[in-house]
């Protein structure tokens, strides 16, 4: 079994900056497939950013140039660092990996990012 910890959200003005982290644990092999994704009220779950297992990264046009997505292999963490924040960023942001092994994904609880203007 594979668990998502997300954490790092929070109240923050426009144009302010914060990093998001998503801690995995339990049985995992290798390093994964991990996207952020965010979901807005009333609002469909949208694909964030995705770091692949080589380390390619792919962002919504929404966040290029604002948002960067990493990963320590090591800790078995993704991060995403968001500058530049809008109101419109605001969301309850999710990690989400793709277990190579059993083709499964997993996903976190998610985190509230709220951004006033």
């Known amino acids: 079994q594979v668990q998502l910890v997300e954490s790092g959200g929070g109240l923050v003005q426009a144009g302010g900056s914060l990093k998001l982290s998503c801690a995995a644990s339990?049985?995992?092999?290798?390093?994964?497939?991990m996207n952020w994704y965010r979901q807005a009220p009333g609002k469909q779950r949208e694909l964030v950013a995705t770091?692949?297992?080589?380390?390619?990264?792919n962002y919504a046009d929404s966040v290029k140039g604002r948002f960067t997505i990493s990963r320590d292999a090591a800790k078995n963490t993704v991060y995403l660092q968001m500058n530049s924040l809008k109101p419109a960023d605001t969301a309850v942001y999710y990690c989400?990996?793709?277990?190579?092994?059993?083709?499964?994904?997993?996903w976190g609880q998610g985190t509230q990012v709220t951004v006033s203007s």
């Open positions: 770091i692949t297992t080589g380390g390619s990264t």
């Open positions: 339990g049985t995992i092999f290798g390093i994964n497939t």
């Open positions: 989400r990996l793709f277990a190579s092994w059993n083709t499964l994904y997993y």
